[in-house]
C-alpha cells in the first residue's frame, strides 16, 4: 500500500467538456489511503465521467497543471495506472468478449482485456492468484461458466476479480448494485464490506444511498457536474441535503451504520 501523507489520486482544475459544454468541473477532490468514499448524484449529475476521468478513459481539458495525479505524479503509462485503480461497472460488463468463462474475464484484468486472446500467455501466478479471488469471492464454483449465461450479481462477482488481480490500492465501483435483485445486492454488499476491511480504498459511486456502506466514513454529493458537498458521511448525508440534491421530500433513517430515504 502507499503511503498516507500522498494521497492516492488527486484532481485540480478538471474540466470535461462535450459538444461546447461543461458536463463536469472539479476544482479539488483528493483521495488518501484507506479511506472509503461514496460519491452520491442523481442520473445525468457527472457520476459516470468522474469514473471515466479517474480511470483516464475520459481525458480532461489540458491546464498548465496535470488535472489528474496519481500518488503525487502528474504522468502515467496507461497500464500502470490500471493496476493502482481496480474498477467495476455494468459498462465494463456489457464490454466482455461473447462466451469469455469466468477464470479468463478474472485472467484478462492482468492485460487490460476482457477476454484472454490468443497472443497472451497467463502465467502460472497469474492462474493461482484467480484461483485464490475466486475462492475468496465465493465464485471458484463458476470458473468455466460463461459469463454470459451468469446471474448480474454473479457477473459483478467476476468483474472484482478482474478488477482485483494486481491488489490495486483503490477499487472503484461504479453503480455497483444496478441491476440486482434483494438478494444478490445483499450479498454484494457483504462482499464489499470484507474488502472495506482489506485495507484499500472503496470508491462507491451511486446514486442509491443503500449502497453506501458502514464503512464509508466520507461522503461527496456531485449535482451538474459539480461537488456541492464533501465531508465527513454524518454530516453531509442529512435530509435536507439529500432532499435539495435529489428534489424531493426526504425521510432519512440511518440503523446499524445504513442509510435509508422513506
Not at 468514499?37 to 445525468?44: C, D, H, T
Not at 500502470?80 to 456489457?94: H, M, Y
Request: hydrophobic residues 45%; contains cysteine.
Amino acid at each position: 500500500m502507499c503511503p498516507t501523507h500522498t494521497p492516492l489520486l488527486e484532481l485540480v482544475d478538471a474540466r470535461v467538456v462535450r459538444d461546447g459544454r461543461t458536463i463536469l468541473a472539479i476544482e479539488r477532490l483528493t483521495l488518501n489511503a484507506g479511506e472509503h468514499v461514496a460519491v452520491l448524484g442523481p442520473n445525468g449529475s457527472g457520476k459516470s465521467t468522474l469514473v471515466g476521468m479517474l480511470t483516464r478513459d475520459i481525458q480532461p481539458l489540458a491546464t498548465e497543471a496535470t488535472p489528474v495525479r496519481l500518488l503525487g505524479q502528474e504522468r502515467w503509462e496507461l497500464l500502470e495506472a490500471r493496476r493502482l485503480l481496480g474498477v467495476v461497472s455494468a459498462d465494463l460488463q456489457n464490454r466482455t468478449v461473447p462466451g469469455v468463462s469466468v477464470q479468463d474475464l478474472a485472467l484478462s484484468g492482468f492485460f487490460g482485456s476482457f477476454g484472454i486472446f490468443r497472443w497472451q500467455n497467463p502465467t502460472s501466478e497469474m492462474r493461482a492468484r484467480v484461483d485464490e479471488l475466486l475462492v475468496r469471492l465465493g465464485i471458484e464454483s463458476l470458473a468455466d461458466r460463461r459469463v454470459d449465461t451468469l446471474s448480474t450479481g454473479e457477473a459483478r462477482r467476476a468483474l472484482i476479480a478482474r478488477a482485483l488481480v494486481h491488489d490495486p490500492p483503490v477499487l472503484v465501483l461504479d453503480e455497483p448494485c444496478d441491476g440486482l435483485d434483494l438478494s444478490a445486492a445483499y450479498l454484494l454488499r457483504q462482499t464489499l464490506r470484507d474488502l472495506a476491511d482489506g485495507g484499500r480504498s472503496l470508491v462507491l459511486v451511486t446514486h442509491h444511498i443503500d449502497d453506501v456502506l458502514p464503512e464509508v466514513e466520507r461522503a461527496i454529493l456531485l449535482d451538474h457536474g459539480r461537488i456541492v458537498a464533501d465531508g465527513p458521511k454524518h454530516d453531509i448525508l442529512t435530509a435536507e441535503a439529500l432532499a435539495a440534491l435529489y428534489g424531493i421530500p426526504v425521510h432519512l433513517e440511518e440503523r446499524d451504520g445504513w442509510f435509508r430515504i422513506w
